[in-house]
């Protein structure tokens, strides 16, 4: 066998070694929210409102509905 | 369309969202990198470290990069090293050998001979050709890309895959040539 022809074949091995299921449904989104909170933080931060008719400014809306849910959450009498 | 470095370049001047198509067009390479390494669980869990490291580590990026994805293999490596670290308590001093990863690769390896043979091959080889090797063969990273993510010169990651390559050549030979040979 040529090195070029054992060089292929291993690779080919290789990249069939490699291969791995794709990213069960959710798990893109759940990582990325991670990443929005950092924007989002940041946008604050700079007294942004995010950028007109973007996405990032539904994200933002979205993170301020959110805290807004938990303090309405909080003055929800308990059981 | 925009390039990666374009994007980035504009999320640190006022508008920090537009990383977030960078992470789109990647997300699917970089949970298989960390999946491909540690397994999938483990790649769910630390995905979004990933995207939170490299937001934070974007004022660093060179804009005429067009293509973020070996920076980002870069900061996955150090999310992955940070992890086993953490789970092996070794303490931040370790060793690269400490931290090396590929036991558990072989776990979820084929059982095929031949696969279990070369899977061998590349267990035993040092953990830098290792990483070079895996780079350019799993992420189709080009050499100068797998140096950008090892943050080595380009020479060192040609130097490093032709040593891998030259290791695995025995292995690649045809099994009947090798009996043939024994008579």
């Known amino acids: 066998m040529t090195d070029e022809r054992a ?17 069960a449904p959710g798990v893109l989104e759940a990582a990325r929210e991670a990443l929005w909170s950092a924007v989002a933080e940041e946008m604050l931060s700079a007294g942004q409102t995010g950028p007109a008719g973007g996405a990032g400014r539904a994200r933002a809306a979205g993170t301020d509905r959110s805290r807004d849910g938990t303090e309405r959450r909080r003055t929800e009498p308990g059981p | 369309m925009d390039t ?10 006022g508008r920090p969202d537009a ?48 293509d973020a994805r070996p920076w980002l293999y870069g900061i996955a490596r150090n999310v992955l090293r940070a992890c086993w670290r953490a789970r092996r308590d070794t303490g931040p001093a370790a060793a690269e050998e400490a931290v090396d990863p590929w036991d ?15 899977a061998a091959a590349v267990a035993a080889l040092p ?19 797998a140096a950008a993510a090892l943050g080595v010169p380009q020479g060192t990651v040609r130097s490093r895959l032709h ?21």
């Open chain 1, 7 to 23: 060089d292929a074949e291993g690779a080919g091995l290789l990249r069939a070694l490699g291969q791995v299921a794709p990213p």
């Open chain 2, 104 to 118: 558990d690769v072989v776990d979820r390896l084929d059982s095929a001979a031949r696969a279990r043979l070369l």
């Open chain 2, 4 to 13: 990666d470095g374009a994007l980035i370049e504009r999320s640190v001047r």
């Open chain 2, 19 to 66: 990383f977030v198509e960078v992470v789109r067009r990647h997300e699917v390479a970089v949970h298989g990198f960390l999946a491909r390494r540690a397994g999938g669980q483990a790649a769910d869990d630390l995905l979004g470290e990933v995207w939170v490291r490299a937001f934070a580590a974007r004022g660093g990026y060179d804009p005429g990069h067009a």
């Open chain 2, 127 to 145: 953990a830098a050709e290792r990483e070079a090797l895996l780079l350019v063969a799993w992420e189709q990273l080009t050499p100068a890309e």
């Open chain 2, 163 to 183: 040593r891998a390559r030259s290791a695995l050549r025995p292995v690649l030979a045809p099994i009947p040539e090798s009996a043939e040979e024994k008579k």
